[in-house]
T-cell receptor, first 112, second 114 residues
């Protein structure tokens, strides 16, 4: 299960394996979702986005799945590499005002 | 193409001092944002701007002011710094707003208020 407070959930995977990072979102009316990657000391970097009229979208080595029924988003990374080690978090757009709701993130650790 | 550039990268202030954080983007984006990131809390929106000369409050605007005098620049001011404002501050920009386009972030300013 997920930890709370200051401790981010951590996912450890072997190099070359596939990674799946999960995110629960809060608003069933949200219609635009983004996954970000944040490396230590850097700003969040856009990975992939998806709209609510889709349930899957693929990029280079990454796939985002959206399950609107249970308000769940996942990010799949194929053939995980050491450079994938970072904190990953999802964002859903707020329908009022210019804002996203950001999740607290999951730390991905790639083991050699 | 530098994207979003923030200055300074680090700053230490004493309680009650003031400072301005600078953000510049070279992507001709209309929308600009200031977020703060605290451990375990995710990014929270302070203020944003939908165009030159306009600003609006976000989730946590108290103690901060902003200005967008030029399209490419968005300034965040702290008039009287408090220890609760110790955080990492990120500036971001986007083309079409949060309903339609992702945010592009700078690399942050780490601010410590003692």
């Amino acid at each position: 299960g997920e930890s709370v407070g200051l401790h981010l959930p951590t996912l450890s995977v072997q190099e070359g394996d596939n990674s799946i990072i999960n995110c629960a979102y809060s608003n069933s009316a949200s219609d635009y979702f983004i996954w970000y990657k944040q490396e230590s000391g850097k700003g969040p970097q856009f990975i992939i986005d998806i709209r609510s009229n889709m349930d899957k979208r693929q990029g280079q080595r990454v796939t985002v799945l959206l399950n609107k029924t249970v308000k769940h988003l996942s990010l799949q990374i194929a053939a995980t590499q050491p450079g994938d080690s970072a904190v990953y978090f999802c964002a859903e757009n707020r329908l009022l005002g210019q804002n996203f709701v950001f999740g607290p993130g999951t730390r991905l650790s790639v083991l050699p | 193409n530098a994207g979003v550039t923030q200055t300074p990268k680090f700053r230490v202030l004493k309680t009650g001092q003031s400072m301005t954080l600078l953000c510049a983007q070279d992507m001709n984006h209309e929308y600009m944002y200031w977020y703060r990131q605290d451990p375990g809390m995710g990014l929270r929106l302070i203020h944003y701007s939908v165009g030159e000369g306009t600003t609006a409050k976000g989730e946590v605007p108290d103690g901060y002011n902003v200005s967008r005098l030029k399209k490419q620049n968005f300034l965040l001011g702290l008039e009287s710094a408090a220890p609760s404002q110790t955080s990492v501050y990120f500036c971001a920009s986007s083309t079409l707003g949060t309903a339609n386009s992702p945010l592009h972030f700078g690399n942050g300013t780490r601010l410590t208020v003692t």
